[in-house]
């Protein structure tokens, strides 16, 4: 039988990943005991947390240790199997690492449907990054029928779903993107509102422009210029659901102090910061209506798969983090 492949952290990045910080290396072909099964991975899920994932110091998961398996979420078919629930052949999606085999016990493990959707879109839309979106703008967001919600990062894994979502809960959904062509997409194929073009564009122009009665919920993914532009034309008992820092993770500067910070005084503003995780017993509800609104061809999804195989892992990462994906980035194995 032939080997496993993985991706192993080699050392700690300083601002963007490079390939020297992974190693791939060959290893034994890892067998399922009992209670366990083994997953032949198909496409690797590609996320901006996995800068964070490979720095040193406290955060909301312990960092991937020097020499370990890097961390990601991955969709693949059972292969082989000593667990009741799972039987060979069926698409499952798990945390199982940058690899082209993994063993898993069933915990946190979810099914795909693929008849619903192809494999690759449930580590994207019907996966984590829809979970967040849902949760993120419903329950920390608050959204409700009427509100103007503004997301960043609007063309993308997360803000994408976050847009729609806001659409069909009966809001103004205005998202903020990199370019004319990821803007025209959000508007003409996804039904936003409006879209702002963040780097050809006075942002602050823009938003007054976008948003004539102020903003209710800022779903905010970017952090830094964005966020601060954005908290500036905040109404009054607005909400601020932060559910990333992009625009932070590689920086090796110390962060700039935001100047609109006042807002969240005078305009009584909600600010939290959420994990997907924090919802882990609700995923279910989220993906159920997730999945309904998809076959009703209310969510649309796009994927942007690559190629190259795990060695192209590092390259293929910081797309992210450069703009350079269009949709959910997720590297075919
Ligand atoms: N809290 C949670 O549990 C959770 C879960 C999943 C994701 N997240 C966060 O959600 C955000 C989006 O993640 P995603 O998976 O959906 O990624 P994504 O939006 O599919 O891809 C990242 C996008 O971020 C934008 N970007 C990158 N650097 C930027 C910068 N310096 N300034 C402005 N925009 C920048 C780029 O879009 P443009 O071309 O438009 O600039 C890029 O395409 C990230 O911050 C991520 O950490 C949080």
Known sequence: MSNNRVVRLASRPVGMVVRDNFEVAEEDMPEPGEGEFRVKVAYISLDPAMRGWVAEGRSYVPPVQIGAT???FAAGYVEASNHADYKEGEAVIGLFGVQHYAISDGNNVVKANTSLAPLEAWVG???????????????VGEAREGDTVVVSA????????????????????VGI?????????????????????????DLREAIKRTCPDGIDVNFENVGGEIMDAVLGRMNTFGR??????????????????????????????????FIVFDFVEKYGEALQTLGKWHAEGKLKLRQDVRDGGIEAFPDVLNLLYTGGNFGKLVLKV
């Open 240 to 273: 601020v659901a932060i559910c990333g820092m992009i625009s932070m993770y590689n920086s090796t500067e110390p962060p700039k102090a935001l100047a609109n910070l006042r807002s969240i005084l005078v305009n009584r503003l909600k600010v939290r910061g």
């Open 154 to 173: 609007a063309s993308g894994a997360v803000g994408s779903i976050v847009g729609q979502i806001a659409k069909i809960k009966g809001c103004r959904a």
């Open 70 to 72: 890097m961390r990601a």
């Open 177 to 201: 993107a990199g370019g004319p062509e990821k803007c025209a997409y959000i508007v003409d194929e996804l039904g936003f509102d409006a879209a702002i073009d963040y780097k050809n564009e």
């Open 125 to 139: 839309g019907l996966g984590m990054p829809g979970v967040t979106a849902y949760f993120g703008l419903l329950e």
